[in-house]
């Protein structure tokens, strides 16, 4: 069972001793999470381990997933899509599905909680089913800073409802919503599988298990097959890599249950790397495994994150805490854990020359970003790891339920 003291080693006795003593204050209040996956992508990672460690210093955490059927993810998907900018043919029957699978699970779905969080857009309108006896908080994980306005104004009818409106950057605030909004940014758990760490010999053997081979070097991006994370931009940016330095390219994308666009993605970038002569080279892998994660983001030579939008990003996170050099684009939440050739490199997304040089400068001399790799890994542990969440969603807890 996942406690908060077995973090001591990693965080230091003051932090533990400080989360002890925020949690004192709410002991036994009952919060209830609620989003729409419990694997594939950020959020169920994080609350993966959240929930465990929220109830292991005396809160009373649950965790429910709204059930979701493959229309209602599809639509849900648009929709996320259009919070971060997208144009949406915004129908009633898609409206009317997303209300209807809210107003179905809350119908079996008792809240007799002290707080509720609700994580996302898909189970945002489960607030409208409930007679509201307790304060509830929407957190949001996707990039709002450009959200397709129609949208947006069908979403408010919702959200004004809530009683506080949680985002991962200060840049995503909306002005228009007269509602606290506070941030709290995500964060990985250096205990999980993912992101213990690993012998070389290990490293070298889980590799070996998931056919990835380790005579060359190799540049990864791991990421949902989504056209956000621009996975087709990442061959381009190897086969500029490739014409300086004999290396490979591992794609690593799982299928989160909720992200119906993964499979048509996933085809394009095959068919792009089967026009590649070397598509050898290229290897597309999209089993979902953490230790495999985990050593991937340990052996590579360089993590490339060349995303268009990204929420937070926390497989920047996670390489970076495994010092290996990060090259990824400045884009929502990645510049605020990547200050640029101090702890990592951050480029704009179109400029894949950019991305390539630097890849290359890493590959032809790794030791470069030995000092590089040591500073990300400190800034992600005073910033970016589990007991800084736990600790912010404490305060949530005490200053939602007034303790
Ligand atoms: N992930 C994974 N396997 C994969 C692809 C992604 O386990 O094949 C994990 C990744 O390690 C990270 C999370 O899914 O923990 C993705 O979070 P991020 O914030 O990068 O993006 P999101 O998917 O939430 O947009």
């Known amino acids: 069972m996942k406690k ?19 949690a004192r204050g709410i002991y036994g209040k009952r919060v209830l999470n609620i989003n729409s996956t419990y694997m594939g992508g950020g959020v169920a990672e994080i609350l993966n381990s959240l929930a465990p460690l929220l109830n292991d210093v005396g809160v009373d955490a649950g965790w429910r997933i709204i059930r979701g059927t493959e229309d209602l993810f599809n639509i849900t998907k648009k929709f996320h899509n259009a919070l971060q900018g997208d144009p949406i043919n915004l129908t009633d029957i898609k409206k009317e599905l997303y209300i209807q699978t809210n107003e179905d699970f809350s119908q079996y779905t008792h809240i007799n909680h002290d707080c509720v ?6 189970p945002l309108p489960l607030i409208s089913f409930y007679k509201k006896r307790q304060p509830w908080v929407w957190r949001c994980h996707i ?10 104004d069908f979403f408010k009818g919702f959200i004004l409802r809530y009683d506080m409106v949680i985002i991962s950057n200060e840049k995503y605030k909306k002005k228009d919503l007269p509602i606290e909004q506070r941030i709290i940014a995500p964060v990985i758990d250096p205990l999980t599988p993912k992101n213990l760490d690993l012998s070389d010999k290990d490293i070298s053997k889980d590799l070996k298990k998931f056919g990835v081979p380790t005579d060359k070097p190799f540049i990864t991006q791991i990421s949902r097959f989504d056209k956000w994370k621009d996975p087709l931009g990442v061959v381009e940016i190897f086969k500029l890599v490739k014409e300086e330095v004999d290396c490979r390219l591992v794609l690593c994308g799982s299928m989160a249950s909720d992200d119906p666009e993964g499979i048509q993605i996933y085809e394009k970038v095959k068919e792009k790397a089967k026009s590649y002569t070397n598509n050898g080279d290229i290897i597309l892998i999209t089993s979902e495994n953490n230790v495999l994660v985990n050593a991937l983001q340990r052996r590579s030579a360089v993590v490339i994150q060349k995303s268009t939008k990204e929420g937070f990003g926390l497989t920047v996170t996670e390489a970076l805490w495994k010092e290996t050099p990060v090259i990824a684009s400045n884009v929502g939440g990645i510049p605020l854990q990547i200050k640029n050739e101090n702890n990592g490199f951050l480029f704009e997304p179109q400029d894949i020359e950019g991305f390539a040089k630097k890849a290359i400068e890493i590959l032809n001399n790794p030791d470069l970003s030995k000092e590089l790799g040591k500073r990300a890994k400190e800034y992600v542990r005073k910033k970016f790891l589990i007991t800084r969440i736990l600790s912010d969603y404490l305060d949530l807890i005490s200053d939602m339920t007034g303790c």
Do not use: A, C, F, T
């Open 4 to 22: 908060l003291s077995d973090y001591r080693e990693i965080v230091g006795d003051k932090v533990i001793s400080g989360i002890y003593r925020k």
């Open 117 to 122: 969080i609700i994580h996302d857009p898909q």
């Open 143 to 152: 990039d709002l800073s450009r959200p397709n306005e129609e949208l947006w």
